[in-house]
């Protein structure tokens, strides 16, 4: 489940990021210009990539709802940090990429 | 074209405003009681700190009955929960005289606890009985989570941006503010606000829709539970004394049955009785659907009398509904993602409640209705929520045994729960908000400190038990959250009172 939290994360922090008011308060005008091109399509891919370890877990129902719950928790996080301190939102996006590359692993 | 739309969407908005308004305190209520009920078993353990054994299900079922045999047995039934890795006791319900006992019986002696507490029961009964009497309280409920429904499909048709603002919150701008998190609570959380309202809904259904079954079975509620439930064997007693048969070997049968899957319920029906029935339900525990696998044996004899594993879709859709519902299936990450779902419900009814208020007041004084509801947002929101901190209290302050302690834990929730709803209808509302959040913030710290709640803490962790400290850790985290809000209200009001011509940082809020 760890590798779908953080791609569900990714995937809500693409659409955050692919949002005209929150794009720049992210990653700043230039790049969010850039970005945003790309980041609704990326967050659709990756939303959609983020159930695909819950198809294939022990326990496919499960998983389903606990993904179901995850949606809140961390768009919330992102709502948070929007509100407050962007960086919150960054360093979860590191921490996401981080957890998928040892997800394998554990 | 978008004349109409606008205008539907207008009206929406009004039905929105209406269906949350009448019954949102109820709402606010059932929430956040339901949300506490998503840890009942826990909530349990923790206001029985002295009770620590452990056992295995069958044997705590085997010992209790026991016990039943010898303390209660002019009884017409005996309705057991077997204990599990979240609870160590086994909760009965028995009858005794007119009254139904509820009690938490020592898995290893199968005696009453000597902490006589409804527990996690207590928020789980108030979730949808509302303390009323039957069916008054279910009715009420029923209604209530219907009007939810209507509001949160009318929410989402009336929010324009659903999708521009999902990630939107602007705090201290007054409405913008109280409407954004409104909002956010409500469409981030919107699958789970959908899917435990429906199936809330759903559980009381034969209260709220009972004309289909009126229509199949009349007054025959006999055939209409047997042909539901055909594992349960119903006979009425037979009148001629006969004991009951060891339950170990029926528990042991009952496990092979349920190929591996453990004992959940056990309700024996005519104890002490030749025509005694023995009902195994396998745990709940163990699957999403609630209680779809049961086998009954001859109380008397032993013998297999019915085994049924629900395999009609429609039974087994309904067993699942209301398993996702009651959440006993839940391992416990996903228990706090429904806690949290839960809080995130309770809380934008809240805000919807506070926002009704804000908004009107921003256009205009208050009516003396507007008024009024201000005040009892103040009593509800705030003093319902102490009345439930003051359940955790009284539980470790009351002194054990000698009255009908568990029966005083409550009275006490529910006067203290009246004061602070006194208290904000009479106070003004700039006074009772930081005022009556300083208390709810008290009450919540001072819970797992009262009555030696630190040697239990200790003991605990000790022999490896963490379920304290998260509860304790729970409660001094709501405590501080909530004195750092009462605290920064209280500072805005006195700064709001102090005369124009020395007021500082005006600009800041």
């Known amino acids: 489940m760890i590798s779908s939290a953080a791609l569900l994360y990714l995937g809500l922090f693409a659409s955050a990021l692919g949002m005209h008011k929150h794009g720049a308060a992210l990653v700043g005008k230039t790049s969010a210009a850039i970005i945003q091109r790309y980041a609704p399509a990326l967050s659709w891919l990756l939303i959609l990539l983020s159930l695909g370890p819950v198809t294939f877990a022990d326990r496919p129902s499960l998983s389903l709802i606990l993904w179901v719950g995850l949606v809140p928790l961390l768009a919330g996080l992102i709502l948070v940090a929007l509100a407050w301190d962007t960086r919150i939102a960054r360093l979860a996006a590191i921490i996401a990429i981080g957890a998928l590359g040892i997800a394998p692993i554990l | ?509």
Request: aromatic share 10%; charged share 15%; hydrophobic share 50%.
């Open chain 2, 1 to 509: 074209m978008s004349a109409i739309r606008e205008g539907a969407r207008q009206a929406m908005a009004w039905l929105h405003g209406w269906t949350g308004l009448l019954l949102g305190h109820v709402l606010f209520i059932m929430c956040l009681a339901g949300t506490l009920s998503v840890f009942k078993p826990e909530i349990g353990r923790w206001m029985r700190p002295e009770a620590t054994a452990i056992a295995e299900p069958v044997d705590a079922i085997a010992a209790a009955v026991g016990w039943l045999e010898k303390n209660a047995s002019g009884a017409g039934g005996w309705y057991l929960s077997a204990p599990d890795e979240r609870m160590n006791t086994v909760e009965a319900v028995y009858a005794q005289g007119a009254d139904y006992l509820e009690r938490a019986l020592d898995p290893v002696t199968g005696a009453p606890v000597a902490r006589e507490t409804l527990g996690g029961e207590f928020f789980y009964r108030l979730h949808f009985e509302l303390e009323l009497p039957y069916p008054w309280g279910r009715l009420l409920a029923s209604l209530a989570a219907l009007f939810m429904l209507v509001a949160i499909s009318t929410g989402i048709i009336a929010h324009r941006r659903i999708f521009r603002d999902f990630f939107t919150f602007r705090p201290r701008k007054g409405q913008r503010s109280w409407l954004d998190g409104h909002n956010a609570l409500g469409v981030l959380s919107l699958p789970f606000h959908i899917m435990i309202t429906f199936t809330g809904l759903l559980t009381l259904a034969s209260l709220s829709l009972p004309w289909p079954i009126v229509a199949n079975y009349g007054q025959d509620a006999v055939t209409m539970y047997r042909e539901f439930a055909p594992g349960v064997v119903d006979r009425p007693a037979a009148g001629k004394k006969a004991a009951l048969a060891p339950v170990t070997p029926m528990l042991r049968e009952a496990e092979r049955y349920f190929g591996g899957g453990r004992i959940g319920r056990v309700n024996i029906a005519n104890p002490g009785d030749a025509a005694a029935v023995v009902t195994v339900l396998r745990s709940d525990a163990d699957q999403i659907p609630y209680a779809a696998t049961q086998i009954s044996f001859d109380g008397a004899t032993g013998r297999t009398l019915a085994r049924w594993n629900e395999k009609r879709s429609a039974l087994l859709t309904y067993d699942v509904l209301y398993g996702l519902h009651i959440v006993r299936f839940a391992p416990l990450v996903t228990r706090w993602l429904y806690f949290f779902g839960g809080s995130m419900l309770t809380l934008a009814i809240a805000t919807g409640m506070v926002l009704w208020i804000v908004k009107r007041r921003e256009r205009a004084p208050l009516s003396l209705a507007n008024r009024a509801l201000e005040r009892l947002n103040v009593g509800v929101l705030v003093g319902v929520p102490i009345g439930l901190a003051a359940f955790f209290c009284a539980n470790r302050l009351l002194p054990l045994g000698g009255m009908e302690r568990a029966d005083v834990e409550i009275s006490m929730a529910l006067w203290t729960a009246f004061g602070g709803l006194l208290a904000g209808l009479i106070l003004p509302p700039a006074l009772a908000w930081p005022a009556l959040l300083g208390v709810l913030a008290m009450t919540c710290l001072i819970a797992p400190w009262l009555g030696g709640g630190a040697p239990w803490l200790a003991a605990a962790v000790a022999r490896g038990d963490f379920l304290f400290v998260t509860i304790d850790a729970t409660l001094t985290f709501c405590g501080a959250a909530l004195a750092l809000l009462a605290y920064d209200l209280a500072r805005r009001r006195s700064r709001s009172a102090t005369p124009i011509g020395t007021r500082r940082g005006r600009a800041a809020l």
